[in-house]
């Protein structure tokens, strides 16, 4: 029989408790929640009642459901008084000595009966059971922040937690209106084993000073649509927090991505913590405050250190979905465009191809149908290298393949004026290796647009060791004036972007290919839990596992770690043909 869960302890109202103590009691549950003295009983006091108080003026609660809502929680100091209480749910800081002296307290204080649940995000929660006489009444019950707007909770089975103690909690989650995923007891769990590792590669890559931590958050905000960049994210996480996740993943990964980066420690130890300090990766105008200010490390702007060339004409090669969507934002912004394609029937098809965007944009209302023939106008089909001699930049869009793209670089290197800039859009390729099949390698730049190139607002703008500042310049100036965010990072493999993302989505082939979870609770976790748009099963679906796969082995090859190298499982289905949504079977079947 299921058990009546009526009354619950909180112990521990920080942030995170204050806000489970809230959820519970929004359902008409008595709370009781507990802290370690009074000062501290009356922080949690204000949280729950600023909290509330947000909810009242946004229309969520009515001032009697509020009162009502803050009747319902009672505080105090001593563990004593969860005698009566249902479920405990404890929310205290991440130490296993901590909890610990907590869960064996809480067995002398609570009916045998009572399900003991830890919010703990990376610990143990086999270790933290041990600790009782009842380590089949103990479970992970890990709530996101902020636990009034998070739906996902992971709900962590250990080895000896009881099944009538897991259908237990999984039914009070969804009674306090979240999506409980049930998954094995290991570090980080789901979400935070997928998303830390992403985290600390970021931070690898700020400390390489491969990136800006502007580029860095705009790159992956613009180019994969997360609603935080890595280091922001971390920032509001808390970079000791951060630290203490990594380490317990490390641990019992021993993965060297999960290796905590050695510039979290040194920023700990300065006091840089994130938004609670006042000062993380950026600088804030007050503590806990989400406003940023600039700082000694903001940037200036990449054209102050050298003058842009002067861009009328652009060619683009290729007959693709990249080069004509790319063609066609530069004739929308009053670009003279001359597409170059191998045949006149793939010039006609691709200039209709355009024309069939433009018309969807006249049908919504966004563009008149004089405006869409002003456009056309702008725009050429050629067949010939020639015919681009006089554009000032000329971009690149054939197929991924190096072979491929040399030859274009070769022919455009001899056809086209000198002082003109040629750019590749290659997502994962050298960009040195094109410019090297050029005379005039200085001019030769990185344009990697994201599809579909209309929409998409970044384009991560690549500088090989031989490109010239004022082709930098010239590339960052040429892609604001088109509406897109430039981020700007050197010649490596998977720029900024598939380089933070592909690993990631690895380690989520990974998770799977163990067993630990299905992709259905995976992608769950990682939308609901981290509010990305795709789970990472949907995504690679829609990619195309042959194109991850690619990218993978291309970032394993330039790299060599071990933590790179694709998951088998990927492998194999690319083997057996099951490439996503273009076939109709990846990890998952399309009609």
């Not at 204050?18 to 802290?35: L, N, P, S």
């Not at 570090?187 to 997928?194: K, P, S, T, V």
């Not at 599809?451 to 004022?470: C, F, G, R, W, Y």
Request: charged share 25%.
């Amino acid at each position: 029989m299921a058990r009546e869960i009526q009354c619950v302890g909180v112990v521990g109202l920080g942030t995170m408790g204050a806000g489970i103590a809230e959820v519970v009691a929004r359902t008409g549950r008595r709370v009781v929640g507990v802290e370690v003295d009074d000062v501290a009983v009356a922080r949690a006091r204000e949280h729950i009642e600023y909290s509330t108080g947000r909810a009242r003026a946004g229309g969520k609660l009515d001032t009697a459901e509020r009162d009502a809502l803050l009747a319902r929680i009672t505080y105090t100091t001593s563990l004593k008084d969860l005698g009566d209480v249902d479920l405990v749910v404890e929310a205290i800081p991440e130490s296993l000595e901590l909890k610990a002296r907590v869960f064996t307290e809480l067995e002398q204080v609570c009916r045998p009966d009572v399900i003991l649940a830890s919010n703990t995000s990376s610990l143990s929660v086999t270790e933290i059971g041990v600790h009782t006489g009842r380590p089949g009444k103990v479970v992970g019950l890990h709530f996101f922040n902020p636990a009034p707007v998070l739906k996902l909770v992971e709900i962590v089975r250990t080895v000896v937690t009881e099944p009538d103690v897991i259908a237990d909690v999984e039914s009070f989650a969804r009674d306090l209106g979240k999506e409980p995923v049930v998954i094995g007891d290991r570090a980080g769990f789901i979400a935070n084993a997928l998303l830390f590792g992403y985290l600390n590669h970021a931070v690898s890559m700020y400390e390489s000073r491969y990136a800006t931590r502007e580029d860095l958050d705009a790159a992956m905000r613009f180019g994969c649509g997360y609603p935080m960049g890595p280091l922001a994210l971390l920032d509001l996480i808390g970079l000791d927090t951060a630290y203490v996740i990594l380490e317990t993943m490390y641990r019992q990964s021993r993965d060297r991505l999960h290796a905590p980066a050695p510039i979290l420690k040194q920023m700990i130890t300065a006091g840089l913590l994130g938004r609670k300090s006042g000062r993380g990766f950026y600088t804030y105008d007050a503590i806990d405050s989400p406003v940023v200010v600039s700082d000694v490390d903001t940037p200036a702007a990449v054209s102050a250190s050298a003058q842009a060339r002067d861009v009328r004409g652009v060619g683009v090669v290729g007959t693709g979905t990249m080069a004509t969507g790319i063609a066609e934002v530069f004739a929308r912004k009053g670009f003279d465009v001359v597409l170059r394609a191998r045949t006149t029937e793939k010039a006609g098809a691709a200039v209709a191809a355009i024309r069939k965007s433009l018309d969807r944009q006249v049908t919504k209302g966004r563009l008149s149908e004089e405006d869409r023939d002003a456009v056309l106008a702008r725009i050429a089909g050629v067949t010939s290298f020639d015919d681009l001699a006089d554009c000032d930049l000329v971009v690149e869009a054939v197929a991924e393949e190096l072979a491929v793209k040399q030859t274009v670089f070769e022919a455009l290197d001899k056809a086209v004026k000198p002082g003109a800039i040629l750019a590749t859009t290659t997502s994962s390729l050298p960009v040195i290796e094109c410019a090297a099949a050029t005379s005039r390698p200085a001019d030769v730049v990185g344009l990697h647009f994201f599809n579909p190139a209309p929409v998409m607002k970044l384009v991560e703008v690549v500088a090989t060791i031989s490109t010239a500042e004022d082709v930098v310049a010239t590339a960052d100036a040429v892609c604001r004036t088109v509406g897109k965010h430039p981020v700007h990072c050197a010649d490596r493999a998977g720029f900024i972007v598939n380089a933070l993302l592909f690993p990631y989505l690895n380690d989520a082939v990974k998770m799977l290919e163990a067993h630990y979870a299905d992709a259905d609770a995976i992608d769950t976790a990682m939308k609901v839990g981290c509010g990305l748009p795709m789970g990472p099963f949907e995504l690679l679906d829609v990619v195309g596992l042959d194109v991850s796969l690619a990218i993978e082995r291309t970032l394993y090859y330039e790299f060599r770690d071990a933590g790179f190298a694709p998951a088998p499982l990927l492998e194999h289905l690319v083997t057996a043909g099951r490439l996503g949504r273009k076939t109709g079977k990846g990890f998952r079947d399309y009609r």
